[in-house]
């Protein structure tokens, strides 16, 4: 049971995480933190790792939770599967939604459902999100009625 858990440990760090390391290089701090994980319930099945029930990944100051986060490798291509409350939460934003696809050979996450994008007080709302978690670039589309929506707060520094 014990090499059972540690492989699989090990297998969900090194198929689905790069990114998170990569996200944090952006931010000057060290892509080497270690990795945190937790879930109600683990499962590691033929490359696939799994955590249900508040599953979260935590990375330096980057964190990564939902109700389930499955961890996939395709083809030499790292993907993380997450579904259920969705948050993803930098040191910079919050990002909320319904499912997220993390694929790490872009560094690119893809939040889908109900999302809200929060920058310090700022609010951005819409259906989809994608956002580049090295370059930190977000395209937010429309929501339930077409449009996204949001409130901004001036930068009262700049002026």
């Known amino acids: 049971m014990t090499k059972t858990l540690t492989a699989a440990a090990v297998l969900l760090v090194a198929l689905a995480l790069p990114s998170l390391g990569d996200a944090q290089t952006a931010r000057g701090s060290s892509a080497d933190a270690p990795i945190a994980y937790s879930g109600d319930s683990f499962e590691a099945d033929k490359g696939t790792v799994t955590l249900r029930g ?4 935590i990375q330096g100051e980057n964190r990564f939770r939902a109700d389930q986060i499955s ?3 395709q083809a030499g291509e790292s993907e993380i599967e997450a579904t259920g409350n969705v948050f993803f939460v930098t040191p910079k934003e919050t990002i909320r ?4 696809t993390y694929t790490t050979a872009n560094d690119t996450i893809v939040v889908t459902g109900d999302v809200i994008l929060t920058q310090g007080e700022n609010v951005a709302t819409g259906s ?11 395209r937010l589309e429309g929501g339930s009625n077409g449009r996204v929506q949001g409130v901004f707060y001036p930068n009262s520094a700049g002026n």
């Open 54 to 57: 508040r599953a979260e990944l």
């Open 71 to 73: 961890g996939l490798n």
């Open 128 to 138: 989809r999100l994608t956002y580049n978690t090295r370059t930190e670039s977000a």
């Open 97 to 100: 939604g319904d499912r997220a």
